[in-house]
């Protein structure tokens, strides 16, 4: 699986829109990119995912840029509860490959948002 | 439609002990994985459960099994519990191979190790 490259912090102004990038230089043609955070004490939370169309559902809009070398999620109204560590993660789609339910997490932003 | 519900939530465990942890999957769900977090190493794999076989396997010793029943549900055991073993253990569900849903996670048990 592709390694993603995103900075350790971030922080947002509650009511402004979250914008969080990850970089995927090394990913393949096939592989999906999937957000998911995790609050404090839980597990983590499924956002949103694509594989080389923009995305938007109700939490948050997925942004890939043409060479499918980067990503942006955007939350576009940040609220205090948004407050979490964001995992920025490409896979290989499911059926493609034996490696169908492993997911690799790096370290992930946390992205803090202030009153 | 509940979530993925992990169980205990909390268990406090000594060294050379064995544990059974617990997973029941979001309904219709037959593929189950399972992940450790720690401080240190953040969160990794350990395996992957379909159809009651295991598919996929993480860089973990021996010590760490698990299974799946007909229905879904899993359970995966550590045997020789030592003080690293501490952890908060996460299982995540979808639908299975085939499909490119999401994998859906519970909020874990964490174990302690004295």
């Known amino acids: 699986d592709a390694k993603t490259t995103q900075p350790p912090s971030m922080d947002c102004a509650e009511g402004r829109a979250a914008n969080l990038p990850c970089n995927h230089s090394t990913i393949s043609g096939n592989e999906y990119v999937y957000w998911y955070r995790q609050i404090h004490s839980q597990g983590p939370q499924y956002i949103i995912h694509g594989l080389k169309n923009n995305e938007t559902n109700e939490m948050a809009s997925l942004i890939i840029t043409e060479d499918r070398k980067s990503s942006t999620l955007i939350l576009p109204h940040a609220t205090l509860r948004d407050t979490a560590v964001y995992y920025c993660i490409v896979r290989i789609p499911i059926g493609g490959s034996s490696n169908t339910g492993k997911l690799i997490f790096g370290q992930g932003t946390t992205l803090q948002v202030k009153p | 439609k509940a979530g993925v519900t992990q169980t205990p939530r909390y268990l406090i465990k000594t060294r050379g002990q064995q544990v059974t942890l617990s997973c029941s999957p979001i309904s219709g769900h037959r593929s189950v994985s399972w992940y450790q977090q720690t401080p240190g190493q953040g969160l990794q794999f350990l395996f992957e459960?379909?159809?009651?076989?295991?598919?996929n396997k993480g860089n973990f010793p021996g010590r760490f099994s698990g299974r799946q029943f007909s229905n879904s549900r899993s359970e995966m055991n550590v045997s020789t519990l030592e003080l690293g073993d501490s952890a908060l253990y996460l299982c995540?569900?979808?639908?299975?191979?085939?499909?490119?849903?999401?994998?859906?996670f519970g909020d874990g048990t964490r174990l302690s190790i004295l």
């Open positions: 995540a569900s979808s639908p299975g191979p085939g499909t490119n849903q999401p994998q859906h």
């Open positions: 459960y379909f159809s009651e076989t295991q598919r």
